[in-house]
């Protein structure tokens, strides 16, 4: 068995908290290394291919960085999309780790699609994008371009308390 953080190449590119993985249909893996707040990508047989993101900006709202990435999917095509719960937001790139668009969110809002805590992100075979809204209390999904194809679920948790007191 060979292991892939065994090369000084790859000292700079060791793991702090991987906590997302996606393999698109080449082999290629794309990691999301949350407390490194970057997006690491490896051959099939563990050989770097790309790394993208950063830690230097406050919170790391800026287009293509990273304040603690968690879930990555991969559509057929190749594009990645990236579950960045901490900024509400779900970010896409190409197969070669270029910022190509965001989705960002905060409010509870159904449309346009506004994320609150996304905690998943996953890519239907059809090549719908769906993700965890955590805190919207919902599952959405939507075309790999990011308009909504359907919500299932919608209410805060709060607002149903509160219908129980009136």
Known sequence: MSTWDSDDELDSYL????DGVAVDRNGEIVVADLEDDRLI?????????????TSESTWRTGSGNFSGPCGVA????GTIFVEHSL??????????????DEWKG??????????SRPFGVEVAPGGNVIVADTFNNRIAI??????PVK???SRNPVDLIADKFQ
């Open 106 to 115: 905060g409010t509870m809002e159904i449309f346009p699609v506004s994320f």
């Open 74 to 77: 991969v559509t057929s095509d």
């Open 142 to 147: 939507l075309t790999n371009e990011g308009v």
């Open 87 to 100: 900024n509400d937001r779900i970010q896409k790139f190409t197969s070669t780790g270029h910022f190509l």
């Open 41 to 53: 990508s490896f051959n099939s047989t563990g050989g770097f291919r790309w790394k993208t993101g």
């Open 151 to 153: 919500i299932i679920g």
């Open 15 to 18: 793991f702090f908290w991987p």
